[in-house]
């Protein structure tokens, strides 16, 4: 157990609609990353926070948006959602992003768009 | 950006056997490559990491190497053992960039008892 959590751990949804997605880090990890794994695109960076702020932007597609509120906890939002982003969501922590550091991968969200 | 690309994607082996898995970078300011090892269902976690100050790094029958000038780097499994069995994913990254990682595609290595 990595000490991240992620919820769901499941969600089948259909094409259209708006999903929120929930990821609390590792105890003293000021550090959330949002990462997408799909089959044929692997493991792709979609954004990073840093104590509540904004830090690092990779592939994230602008239906998608993220938040990390003051006790941490940061939340992924997917919207008008295709059948293309299902995928598994991973959340990650790490103590610091001035790294580089360990990253703490959470156990993920599997989405289903259908 | 940075690209990374990883081989072979697939890799089969007996119990007792080393395996390698190569990867290449692009970006010379890159200089942090971490591996993560992902059983399947489970979440990656960190195995082994190197830094470009270092060309090899042990850790029991895990191995990484870093060749800077040629941008390649590799991982090495010795004695492997069913447990080995996962996907493997090498990642480069760099300062100026929070040291997000760019992953590799990945290599599925399964070690047959």
């Known amino acids: 157990d990595s000490g991240v959590t992620q919820t769901p751990k499941h969600l089948i949804t259909a094409t259209g609609q708006r999903v929120t997605l929930r990821c609390s880090p590792r105890?003293?990890?000021?550090?959330v990353y949002w990462y997408q794994q799909s089959l044929d695109q692997g493991l792709q960076f979609l954004i990073q926070y840093y104590n509540g702020e904004e830090r690092a932007k990779g592939n994230i597609l602008e239906r998608f948006s993220a938040q990390q509120f003051p006790d941490l906890h940061s939340e992924l939002n997917l919207s008008s959602l295709e059948l293309g982003d299902s995928a598994l969501y991973f959340c990650?922590?790490?103590?610091?992003?001035?790294?580089?550091?360990?990253?703490?991968f959470g156990p993920g969200t599997r989405l289903t768009v259908t | 950006g940075e690209n990374v690309e990883q081989h072979p994607s697939t890799l089969s082996v007996q119990e007792g056997d080393s395996a390698v898995i190569k990867c290449t970078y692009s970006?010379?300011?890159?200089?942090?490559f971490p591996w993560y090892k992902q059983e399947l269902g489970k979440r990656p976690q960190l195995i082994i990491d190197?830094?470009?100050?270092?060309g090899e790094k042990k850790d029991q029958r895990i191995a990484v190497t870093l060749n800077k000038t040629a941008k390649h780097f590799s991982l090495h499994i010795t004695e492997t053992q069913p447990e080995d069995s996962a996907v493997y994913f090498c990642?480069?990254?760099?300062?100026?960039?929070?040291?997000?990682?760019?992953f590799g595609r990945g290599t599925s290595l399964i070690v047959h008892p």
């Open positions: 105890s003293g990890d000021l550090s």
């Open positions: 990650a922590s790490s103590v610091d992003a001035s790294g580089p550091y360990e990253q703490y």
């Open positions: 990642a480069a990254s760099r300062p100026g960039g929070s040291y997000i990682p760019t």
């Open positions: 190197i830094r470009s100050n270092v």
């Open positions: 970006d010379s300011a890159s200089n942090y």
